[in-house]
């Protein structure tokens, strides 16, 4: 019976034990998680997966080196394997947040059109201003500015989006507003992608996805692009009374299939409706 007992009791202290390293595994990475989706605003995705990974490697870094200045470990022993694994950690820290492929989705309220304005770089706000005349909101419910940074490889894109949601007079008043102050475009747009006849295959400058309709601004000065690598456009949706103005640049972008694709994953427009 005290056999028993004792088994029982050193079992219980091994399960309680493990129970605290793998806590102790666990947290640093659970909390780098955590700060990455919620504080730097990187979006779960396929695109995201190696940054998560890194992320998670990162965790687990940190945990060797909190165990290792915990250990019995001779001092010198101890500060050269330290040196090792925070040099690791710096590399693969590194690598992880800035060159990993990701997509990383801020949202503000406060402010958010003063932002929207202030926040787009002067190249891609003369662009904006080329574009169009100054936005007017109106009285609108709320207001939300969106970030989106999509990283794959050696491609970047950005896209600023100022979203406006509107009682139903009001979205009438802004839409009739909308209409005197933008011109869209008409002409269809190059794809970059041709048919067997070597003929390029053309797209409309807008498009529908669910309720809510895209367009394509003309710019003020008249000039006009066949690719997508710079654009600006305008989505109204009559049925929830919204407004997007989005600003999207993508300096390698030649070509898409479609302006459905372009709205939806590279200026990452689906990220606003997750």
């Given at each position: 019976?005290?056999?028993?007992?004792?088994?029982?009791?050193?079992?219980?202290?091994?399960?309680?034990?493990?129970?605290?390293?793998?806590?102790?595994?666990?947290?640093?990475?659970?909390?780098?998680?955590?700060?990455?989706?919620?504080?730097?605003?990187?979006?779960?995705?396929?695109?995201?997966?190696?940054?998560?990974?890194?992320?998670?490697?990162?965790?687990?870094i940190?945990?060797?080196?909190?165990?290792?200045?915990?250990?019995?470990?001779?001092?010198?022993?101890?500060?050269?394997?330290?040196?090792?694994?925070?040099?690791i950690?710096?590399?693969?820290?590194?690598?992880?947040?800035?060159?990993?492929?990701?997509?990383?989705?801020?949202?503000?309220?406060?402010?958010?059109?003063?932002?929207?304005?202030?926040d787009?770089?002067?190249?891609?706000?003369?662009?904006w201003?080329s574009?169009?005349?100054?936005?007017?909101?109106?009285?609108?419910?709320s207001?939300?500015?969106?970030?989106?940074?999509?990283?794959?490889?050696?491609f970047?894109?950005?896209?600023?989006?100022?979203?406006c949601?509107?009682?139903?007079?009001?979205?009438?008043?802004?839409?009739e507003?909308?209409?005197?102050?933008?011109?869209?475009?008409?002409?269809?747009?190059?794809?970059?992608?041709?048919?067997?006849?070597?003929v390029?295959?053309?797209?409309?400058?807008?498009?529908?996805?669910g309720?809510?309709?895209?367009?394509?601004?003309?710019?003020?000065?008249?000039?006009t692009?066949?690719?997508?690598?710079?654009?600006?456009?305008?989505?109204?949706?009559?049925?929830?009374?919204?407004?997007?103005?989005?600003?999207?640049?993508?300096?390698?972008?030649?070509?898409?299939?479609?302006?459905?694709?372009?709205?939806?994953?590279?200026?990452?427009?689906?990220?606003?409706?997750?």
């Open positions: 019976m005290l056999q028993a007992n004792r088994f029982r009791e050193t079992t219980e202290k091994r399960v309680s034990g493990s129970a605290v390293k793998l806590i102790i595994w666990c947290l640093p990475t659970l909390i780098l998680l955590l700060i990455s989706v919620f504080r730097i605003g990187i979006v779960p995705n396929p695109d995201s997966l190696p940054s998560f990974v890194v992320i998670a490697v990162t965790g687990l940190i945990t060797r080196i909190i165990l290792l200045l915990r250990s019995r470990r001779k001092a010198g022993i101890k500060v050269a394997l330290l040196i090792v694994w925070i040099v950690f710096v590399v693969v820290g590194f690598f992880g947040l800035l060159f990993m492929p990701k997509t990383i989705h801020h949202v503000v309220k406060a402010d958010a059109k003063g932002r929207f304005e202030a787009i770089p002067p190249y891609h706000r003369e662009l201003e574009f169009s005349v100054p936005i007017e909101i109106g009285t609108a419910d207001i939300e500015y969106h970030t989106i940074f999509r990283y794959y490889v050696m970047e894109s950005h896209s600023w989006i100022l979203l949601r509107y009682n139903e007079e009001e979205y009438e008043r802004a839409i507003s909308m209409k005197e102050r933008f011109h869209f475009r008409t002409e269809p747009l190059g794809t970059g992608y041709y048919d067997d006849d070597s390029e295959i053309m797209d409309d400058p807008y498009t529908t996805i309720d809510e309709l895209f367009r394509m601004i003309e710019p003020g000065d008249g000039s692009s066949d690719f997508y690598e710079d654009c600006v456009l305008i989505m109204t949706n009559d049925v929830k009374h919204q407004i997007a103005y989005i600003v999207f640049h993508e300096f390698d972008l030649d070509m898409t299939t479609s302006l459905e694709e372009l709205i939806n994953e590279n200026c990452g427009w689906k990220y606003l409706r997750l």
